[in-house]
Structures are given as structure tokens and as C-alpha cells.
């Protein structure tokens, strides 16, 4: 009962939630994270079963299939197919809620969430759930938006904001939480705050670190070209204010 009031009140305060959109085909953002993926699961009796939670269009769990022996990609929302992607058949997409991972207990050897918990009404659950499906030993590999970003990725529910390009309000991600989540539509995070959702569900941090924003909103072009070479160009930085993401790396013992 307390664990039910305490969804219904963290629905109330995020009031605005919103699904997320899916990184499109061919995008740079889906290659780092490629690469950070495989740097940190890079021996090879780590690359078994592995669910990719969130899968929206499958262009990221697409890619894991190609360093796993079998992949399954799970959404909330009914599968689709974007312009672009392969017609391969390299994974199997299953429709189900992250609350309730359709699957048994240790199931996977690997588990990835790449900008999901920002839209769950309720992250801890989720990862609960994460613990639950994986086998002793096994990976998880999450990413969620970085606070100290300069932008909100998401956009917010503010009067006047409307006309702010792709919705990039410009710091309000450094609102204090409880006023953030009143008017943005997704949740953000901290480091200190995303390592703490995974271990106090058990899971060993083995690796952190924050992706370096990829510009994928700009339109291509002379800029863009010109911030990736010389400001953007690392798949990580050790610089959080030009980081639009970050990542943790956990393993269940």
C-alpha cells in the first residue's frame, strides 16, 4: 500500500511526462553509445542474452545485436519500423511495461536502458526490475539525461517557451528537482543521483561517465561539422557541461 502511494504522488509531481522519441537511423548519438557499450561489456562470455529495454524503433538494439548472441528489444508502445533501418531479422521485439518485465528471473546476461527512466513514472521499480531479470554476474548498462547539460533536452510546460528551437530550453535543467519535474517533461539527472537509483538496488557500479553531446539536432552543415571536430568530437568527456547524457555500468553479484 505505502509502495502504491508513493507512485501515485511521484505521478502527481510529474505531471507532464511524456514517452520518449526513439534516436533515428543513422544518427551519431546511436554510435557512441555503441562504442561506449562495447568498451565497457568487452569480454566475450559477457555478450549473451541480452534485453534492451525501450527499444522504441530498434535502431539501437539493432546494433547491440551485433555483439550479442540473442537480443530481445522490450517497449511500451507497439513496434515500429523507421525509413532507413535494416529488414534483417537480428532481434526479437516483445511489447510489455519496464514496471513488469515480462520475462523470468536471471533470464539475461545483459541489460540496456538508453534514455528510458526519464519517462517511468516510476525509476526505482524499474530497476528492481533490471536486478530481477538478470543473471548473477550480468551487466547493466543504462543512460539518462545529464542535469548540467546547458539545454533540456525534453522541454517543458511553461507559457512562452513554445518558440525555444527543438524545444532546447536553455538551463532549466539546473532547476532544483522537485521544481524541474513540476514542468519538464522528462526527468534529469545527476551523476551522484543516477548511481544511486542502481546501488541501492544492489548492483556494483563498475564504470561511469557522460557522453559528449553529438549535435544530432543541428542541421548538417559547416557548423556542426566544425563543433563535432573540435569541440564534440570524444564519444566521452570529462567535462559534464558538454555532455548531454551520462551513463552507469553495473553488475548484479
Avoid at 522504441?56 to 533501418?85: C, F, H, I, K
Avoid at 533540456?152 to 519535474?181: I, K, Y
Avoid at 539527472?189 to 544530432?216: C, F, H, W
Wanted: hydrophobic fraction near 45%.
Amino acid at each position: 500500500m505505502k509502495g502504491d502511494r508513493w507512485i501515485f504522488n511521484v505521478r502527481n509531481r510529474l505531471k507532464h511526462l511524456e514517452p520518449g522519441r526513439p534516436a533515428r537511423y543513422g544518427q551519431l548519438i546511436l554510435e557512441r553509445r555503441i562504442e561506449i557499450f562495447k568498451s565497457i561489456v568487452a569480454r566475450r562470455d559477457d555478450r549473451g542474452c541480452l534485453l534492451d529495454l525501450g527499444c522504441g524503433n530498434g535502431a539501437q538494439t539493432e546494433l547491440l545485436a551485433s555483439v550479442a548472441r540473442w537480443v530481445v528489444g522490450l517497449d511500451y508502445a507497439a513496434p515500429e519500423r523507421m525509413e532507413g533501418a535494416s529488414e534483417r531479422p537480428v532481434f526479437r521485439r516483445v511489447r510489455g511495461d519496464a514496471l513488469a518485465v515480462p520475462f523470468r528471473a536471471e533470464s539475461f546476461d545483459i541489460v540496456t536502458a538508453f534514455e528510458v527512466f526519464e519517462h517511468l513514472p516510476d525509476d526505482r521499480r524499474a530497476v528492481r526490475e533490471v536486478v530481477r531479470v538478470l543473471k548473477p554476474g550480468g551487466w547493466f548498462v543504462m543512460t539518462v539525461p545529464n542535469r548540467w547539460w546547458l539545454f533540456e533536452t525534453h522541454g517543458a510546460v511553461v507559457r512562452g517557451l513554445n518558440w525555444v528551437p527543438w524545444n532546447r530550453v536553455p538551463l532549466l535543467s539546473w532547476l532544483p528537482t522537485a521544481l524541474h519535474d513540476r514542468i519538464a517533461r522528462a526527468r534529469i539527472y545527476t551523476m551522484r543521483q543516477a548511481s544511486k537509483l542502481v546501488e541501492e538496488n544492489g548492483l556494483i557500479i563498475e564504470r561511469t561517465g557522460y557522453i559528449t553531446a553529438p549535435l544530432d539536432v543541428l542541421p548538417e552543415g559547416r557548423l556542426r561539422r566544425w563543433l563535432r571536430r573540435r569541440i564534440f568530437g570524444h564519444n566521452v568527456t570529462g567535462n559534464p557541461l558538454l555532455a548531454v547524457n551520462l551513463f552507469v555500468a553495473a553488475r548484479k553479484p
